[in-house]
């Protein structure tokens, strides 16, 4: 569209009646530059001649014109999308950042980087008595934490500020009178009594308990004697009372709604605070809001909103309604069903790009079977219209994979400090320069998937648990396999000092060492390495069998174990290991009797018994 500028006009448009100007204006804004020039020459008026200024693009017209044009060329509640793309994530500061929430605000940080716009943080703090400037707090680092950077907000400032609803009040009442003057709102100074009256009345009529207009007819006279009593009065907006607005959202498609279901609504309470579809629409337009993308529960809200854009002269903007994150059962994801906020799994040891990964892929794909996406590659191929309008189900054990995977992709270095910093903070490691936690880490990775798990997989390695591995159903087929035999040649090595000196030389050591072992007791294999994994560990599954003994070994060498971590050296293991009882541990797995204690001996029916 090309803009128009006038040349000295000799006659004042403003002397024209106000329609013959109105429909001049509008002939010239949507006219081409060969009608204008024709319609110059034929009515051969001086204030009729123009010169066509260049092109401007929409987004550099000033915003009330923009928004009058747009109301104009549009009847649908949708941009024509020649402005810029600015969306916005507006939570109550009443609690902590919900995961739902947080998909949200995701949702429309990939829609803003993606289209080059901008991303705005609204604090909707009308909740006077639980907003709470903590939990602000508490919201805006845990999406700091996400890595979900805002262009405009309470923090940062910007264009459109204030960026907290308590902070806007003035506004409200602004554009509330203006409701007022147009006649778009009218006071109501129904009585609760009566407002409960009417919900009862229309209970027994059958009919939806909408508001039934009572002060949307009074008389001026009323009115004033109403205001001179000082009775107190909200601000209702008289809803038409037939027709439907219809919209295309962007995820769910065409919605549309009867108003005649709705009743006149209020938007301003009588202590003079603003109702929440009233200030969303008011900020969302004041703040140039081009996509609103929010919650599928918010849906509802919508018809209320576009009602107040239209008598405002505001243009809608487009909408996306996101689905519910649901719980494994398919309802609504609570408290009930375990952690839900960003913070708690913050403090769980998730990784911030496992967290966005995952709320990333609650309801959206690329198309592909790929499941691993950094925050970039999520920028680069998000699209609003890949968005599953079904409900997504929260899997936690699924996000503790993904955590995992993240946690496996950093660099070796990075991810070696990570452990060690965990294990000195936690009071397993103290300072050493042996280089046992590099080996910890480099044996322990593939089995951690939390950060915070790395403490119970160093000291469950360095733990012994024998006896009570003994007595599980699960080692009764190893400790049948002629265990007490591979317990008795173990340990002559070790007290022949054979097995320490192999343990010392490393890996390759160990397996020199556990090749010549198994020719002597012509085992190999998994009939080889179980019984030593049980003998030497204590347990019947870890991670690999020689670099575990290898680490147990330099763990009691090398001073960087502390006395809390569990620990138990090679001399303790091989202690508990002799003083196993092997004839009774055989007959009670032969019976159904409970699994007899170190040092107990076996009953005189045990002692007895054939082949004992």
């Known amino acids: 569209m090309s803009s128009v500028g006038f040349v000295g006009p000799p006659i004042s448009p403003t002397r024209l009646p106000t329609s013959i100007r109105i429909v001049v204006v509008v002939i010239i804004f949507f006219s081409s530059q060969q009608t204008l020039e024709m319609m110059a020459a034929a009515m051969g008026s001086p204030w009729l001649r123009i010169r066509l200024l260049p092109e401007v693009p929409p987004r550099l017209l000033r915003p009330h014109l923009r928004r009058g044009l747009s109301v104009r060329a549009s009847a649908s509640a949708s941009p024509d999308g020649g402005g810029p793309v600015r969306v916005r994530f507006a939570p109550s500061p009443t609690g902590n950042l919900h995961v739902g929430g947080a998909r949200t605000a995701l949702f429309n940080y990939l829609f803003a980087r993606s289209k080059g716009g901008k991303f705005v ?346 006896h009570a591995t003994l007595s599980s159903d699960e080692a009764k087929s190893v400790v049948q396999d002629k265990l007490s035999e591979v317990a008795s040649g173990l340990i002559s090595a070790y007290d022949s000092g054979e097995l320490c000196q192999a343990l010392a030389e490393g890996r390759d050591g160990w397996q020199k060492w556990v090749k010549n072992f198994g020719k002597s007791l012509k085992r190999k294999g998994k009939s080889l390495f179980m019984p030593l994994r049980v003998l030497l560990t204590g347990k019947l599954h870890g991670p690999d069998m020689g670099g575990t003994v290898v680490l147990i070994h330099k763990a009691g060498t090398c001073g960087a174990v502390t006395q809390q971590s569990g620990f138990v050296n090679l001399d303790e293991r091989f202690r508990i290991l002799k003083e196993v009882q092997w004839e009774s541990l055989l007959f009670f797995f032969s019976t159904s009797l409970p699994f007899p204690c170190a040092r107990e001996k076996p009953p005189a029916a045990a002692a007895a018994a054939p082949g004992h």
């Open 121 to 466: 943080l609204r604090i909707e703090d009308t909740d006077l008595e639980r907003s709470t400037k903590k939990s602000e707090e508490a919201v805006l680092s845990d999406l700091a934490w996400l890595g979900l950077d805002w262009d405009e907000g309470p923090d940062v400032g910007g264009e459109f500020g204030p960026y907290r609803q308590s902070e806007r009040n003035s506004m409200y009442k602004q554009y509330a009178d203006k409701l007022m003057e147009s006649g778009a709102v009218y006071r109501c100074f129904c009585s609760s009594e009566e407002l409960e009256q009417m919900k009862e009345t229309a209970k027994q009529m059958q009919l939806p308990p909408v508001y039934m207009g009572k002060w949307g007819t009074a008389s001026d006279a009323e009115i004033q004697q109403e205001l001179e009593k000082g009775t107190p009065y909200t601000y209702r907006f008289r809803v038409p009372k037939e027709g439907s607005l219809k919209i295309n959202d962007l995820i769910r498609g065409e919605v549309s709604w009867n108003v005649d279901t709705l009743g006149d609504f209020v938007i301003m309470r009588s202590n003079g605070q603003p109702v929440y579809n009233f200030c969303v629409t008011v900020d969302d337009a004041t703040m140039h809001i081009s996509h609103v993308i929010r919650a599928e529960e918010h849906l509802p809200n919508t018809l209320r909103q576009a009602l107040i854009y239209k008598a405002l002269g505001f243009p809608m903007p487009s909408f996306a309604h996101v689905s519910l994150i649901l719980a494994p059962d398919r309802s609504k994801l609570s408290k009930r069903h375990g952690a839900t906020s960003v913070g708690q799994y913050k403090d769980m040891g998730y990784l911030p790009q496992a967290m966005v990964n995952y709320l990333a892929l609650l309801g959206w794909g690329d198309g592909t079977e790929n499941e691993f996406f950094t925050i970039d590659d999520l920028v680069e191929k998000f699209t609003i219209n890949r968005v599953n309008k079904s409900g997504a189900v929260f899997d936690a054990v699924k996000l503790k994979w993904m955590n995992g995977q993240h946690l496996r992709s950093f660099p070796p270095d990075v991810l070696i400090k990570s452990f060690e910093d965990r294990w000195k903070d936690t009071g397993i490691l103290q300072e050493s320069e042996s280089g046992f936690a590099k080996e910890a880490a480099e044996l322990l990775k593939d089995g951690i998937d939390l950060i915070t798990d790395a403490d119970a997989a160093l000291s469950n390695l360095l733990s012994y648990p024998l």
